[in-house]
């Protein structure tokens, strides 16, 4: 059921239609929620193409896609997306400096190999990047590790250790530290629970690394 208020008709009371944003995971709304009207946006791993597709069809952005696997390529082209197939560790140099508003990584950055190198590129092509992914700091995470001495996981953390595409996994902390460390400015953070709920926490926190389950983060480049 949508969480859309309940309406009631004649004394029964219906939920009200999903809207475009409620069929939208939920940390992919609050990224929606960041970009502006018809800006000019790269969706780098943008899997089905569900935040392409809301972007486009509710913000008349102009959006499109680079996605690894060739399912959501096709998945997407069958949208009437404009998606290739291409790698965020590999494919996006040819890409000019401020080509778009805005360039999104949405669950992705743990999953390339040279995570420093590719958040360069993002913040180069970009005036704008909004990057989220799953905090490995998170209290149930620890705790897991903890009391059962392997590899945890969880619904955002889903494969096991040896056929994870995950290779890079942070905390919120070490997302923020290096951040500083590269001269990025953090303009804008969401910390979510495990329901995709934001929560009041300042990233720099120790309690916005142990509650939140994952992160979004708008990032631009610093002052030289």
Same mark, same amino acid.
């Given at each position: %059921?949508?969480?859309?208020?309940?309406?009631?008709?004649?004394?029964? &009371?219906?939920?009200?239609p999903a809207t475009p944003a409620d069929r939208?995971?939920?940390?992919?709304?609050?990224?929606?929620? %960041?970009?502006?009207?018809?800006?000019?946006?790269?969706?780098?791993?943008?899997?089905?193409?569900?935040?392409?597709?809301?972007?486009?069809?509710?913000?008349?952005?102009?959006?499109?896609?680079?996605?690894?696997?060739?399912?959501?390529?096709?998945?997407? &082209?069958?949208? *009437?997306?404009?998606?290739? $197939?291409?790698?965020?560790? +590999?494919?996006?140099?040819?890409?000019?400096?401020?080509?778009?508003?805005? &360039?999104?990584?949405? $669950?992705?950055? $743990?999953?390339?190999?040279?995570?420093?190198?590719?958040?360069?590129?993002?913040?180069?092509?970009?005036?704008?990047?909004?990057?989220?992914?799953?905090?490995?700091?998170?209290?149930?995470?620890?705790?897991?590790?903890?009391? +059962?001495?392997? %590899?945890?996981? =969880?619904? /955002?953390?889903?494969?096991?250790? !040896?056929?994870?595409?995950?290779?890079? /996994?942070? =905390?919120?902390?070490?997302?923020?530290?290096?951040?500083?460390? %590269?001269?990025?400015?953090i303009e804008k953070s969401v910390t979510l629970?495990? !329901? *995709?709920?934001? !929560?009041?926490?300042?990233?720099?926190?120790?309690?916005?690394?142990?509650?939140?389950?994952?992160?979004v983060f708008v990032l631009s480049r610093g002052?030289?």
């Amino acid at each position: %059921m949508s969480r859309s208020a309940a309406i009631e008709l004649g004394g029964v &009371v219906s939920p009200s239609p999903a809207t475009p944003a409620d069929r939208l995971r939920r940390d992919l709304r609050v990224i929606a929620d %960041m970009i502006e009207p018809a800006a000019r946006v790269l969706d780098i791993g943008c899997g089905d193409g569900a935040l392409l597709g809301y972007l486009v069809s509710e913000k008349g952005a102009d959006a499109r896609g680079v996605e690894l696997s060739q399912s959501g390529v096709n998945a997407c &082209v069958g949208q *009437g997306l404009s998606v290739i $197939q291409g790698d965020a560790d +590999r494919d996006l140099d040819a890409y000019p400096k401020g080509a778009f508003n805005i &360039v999104v990584l949405s $669950q992705t950055l $743990q999953a390339t190999r040279n995570p420093r190198r590719v958040l360069e590129t993002l913040v180069r092509i970009g005036e704008r990047a909004i990057v989220s992914f799953p905090n490995f700091g998170y209290w149930r995470v620890r705790l897991s590790l903890l009391a +059962r001495g392997r %590899m945890p996981v =969880t619904p /955002l953390l889903a494969h096991q250790w !040896y056929d994870s595409p995950n290779i890079h /996994l942070c =905390t919120i902390r070490d997302f923020v530290a290096l951040c500083g460390e %590269m001269n990025i400015r953090i303009e804008k953070s969401v910390t979510l629970d495990r !329901y *995709g709920r934001p !929560y009041a926490l300042d990233p720099r926190g120790s309690l916005a690394n142990l509650l939140a389950e994952q992160g979004v983060f708008v990032l631009s480049r610093g002052a030289a």
